[in-house]
């Protein structure tokens, strides 16, 4: 897995450089991919593929301590990286691992390569030991620096992104101060809607609807699954918190939604 045609650690001489699933390395990785290969199409695999890698991404992060943001970054690089590029060149754990890396020096959450190697050993590998820092872990950790360094060049280095997250704390201030506060005390309407931001992030409409749209949308589904109304007026609230969404903008990022969730049961 994490090994190069050469046998050493990854060739990475730039963009196109393979990192194939199929060469020698850790097995933990190996058999995580193959285990999940069927006669399903390559799109549907390779959708499934990136809900289980991006799961694989906040369960890491939690476990490294890390804080929303940063995670959400980590899962940003992960589906820039894989709008060009294919899961038959590159390994999708080791660019994970390399995007958790990644995440934590843009939001300033230093990682040690090491924690997140053994993080993602144990991960597919329930109560194991640590590694050893033998030659096998050192070719790992050069790999993950070294696949860093691709995803920063094809990604142009263009790693900084506005999150939804600020816009959805704005949102649930606002319309806090809008709902009767015994009825907002009742319902979890904060934690649902954190709740869904982030499951947004296991699939690609992350970079694919305007991170205000997202907060609209994750508030206004945790307002209608308790039923929670608001006080009407001449706009709807969802435009007097942003004015240029609209209730298609809305259903959109929902619609998206929902389909993660149909992918999560078929992923169990």
Known sequence: MFGSPSGGPWDMEGPSSLLSATQTGPLWLANKRES???????SARD?????RVCRFIMETGV???MR??????????????????????????????SCVYLAGKVEEQHLRTRD??????RYFNSGSA?????????DLRDS???????????????????HPHKYLLHYLLSVKSLVNRHAWSRTPIAETSWALLRDCYHGAMCIHHKPQHIAIATLYLALNSYGVELPVGEKEWWQVLCEYVTKADIDAVISDLLQLYDMEAKCI
């Open 36 to 42: 999940s290969r069927d006669a399903e199409s390559d």
């Open 47 to 51: 959708t499934k593929t990136h809900f």
């Open 63 to 65: 476990k490294l301590g």
């Open 68 to 97: 929303s943001v940063p995670v959400a970054t980590a899962c940003v690089l992960y589906h820039r990286f894989f709008e060009h590029g294919s899961m038959r060149v590159y390994e999708p754990y080791l660019v994970a691992m």
């Open 116 to 121: 997140i190697i053994n993080v993602s050993h």
């Open 130 to 138: 640590p590694l050893e820092c033998d030659k096998e872990f050192w």
């Open 144 to 162: 993950v620096v070294q696949c860093e360094l691709l995803i920063l060049r094809q990604l142009n280095f263009h790693v900084s992104f506005e």
